[in-house]
């Protein structure tokens, strides 16, 4: 005889929902304040949007973000900072079932150009998602804290941007939420990195990006939920 059993198996719960899509062409210019205090708008070291200029021009509309300097109003602390961000807050508290059945993931994706700059200097673009807790206040907090106070954190990167002004380079990431993720944070890098055998020491503490830009920051999120599949066995 045969009998029937139900297997379950998980599938996409329709069309991805996009948490972000910024080209820089309506909303306010990040702030300049370091991590953002809650949901609504990007913030971070020092940028400035801008058309295009230096032979880069945005990678869609009319504008996009240039960054200009590793640090933000305000910015103190002992470690050197060598890297420019920007980093926007979601909430997602409305899905924390879904999120503690293991069954939401964030992906989050941008471009990056460069005008030419010296062969002895190297820039890496990176995006980095990480899952909060409803508990860590943001409000003052450095991006230290956030890093040691995340439940889980993903990035991606291009590395060594090249020295074409007419090519826009992608940099994607993925995370799974754990459970207990309330919000989830953004963040968007150029980095400044060695180049060859030299270390970190080898770089300014602080850096200024004389022509480097990031487009099209896409984040979003892909939701899967158990669906009942049939599942036959025969029994002699």
Excluded at 29 to 41: F, L, R, S
Excluded at 69 to 88: E, F, K, L, V, Y
Excluded at 158 to 171: E, F, H, N
Aim: with cysteine.
């Amino acid at each position: 005889c045969t009998s029937a059993v139900l297997g379950f198996v998980t599938r996409p719960a329709g069309r991805a929902p996009t948490l972000v899509r910024e080209s820089f062409e309506a909303a306010p210019p990040p702030a300049t304040t370091g991590v953002p205090a809650g949901p609504g708008q990007w913030s971070g070291d020092y940028s400035e949007v801008v058309g295009g200029q230096q032979g880069v021009k945005p990678a869609s509309g009319t504008a996009m973000l240039r960054f200009l300097r590793s640090d933000h109003a305000g910015s103190t602390g002992p470690r050197p900072r060598r890297g420019g961000d920007i980093m926007r807050v979601v909430d997602v508290s409305r899905l924390s079932q879904s999120i503690d059945r293991g069954a939401v993931m964030v992906t989050l994706s941008a471009v990056f150009d460069a005008a030419d700059f010296p062969v002895d200097e190297r820039y890496d673009g990176v995006v980095t998602i990480y899952a909060l807790d409803a508990d860590l206040d943001l409000d003052d907090a450095t991006e230290d804290v956030v890093h040691q106070e995340a439940l889980a954190l993903s990035s991606g990167d291009v590395k060594s941007l090249d020295r074409d002004p007419g090519t826009w380079q992608p940099a994607s990431g993925t995370l799974l939420l754990p459970p207990g993720t309330a919000r989830v944070l953004l963040k968007v890098s150029l980095r400044r990195m060695p180049v060859g055998r030299k270390g970190l020491d080898s770089l300014p503490e602080k850096v200024s990006f004389a022509g480097h830009f990031v487009d099209d920051v896409q984040a979003s999120l892909v939701i899967t939920e158990p669906t009942a599949a049939p599942r036959t066995s025969a029994a002699p």
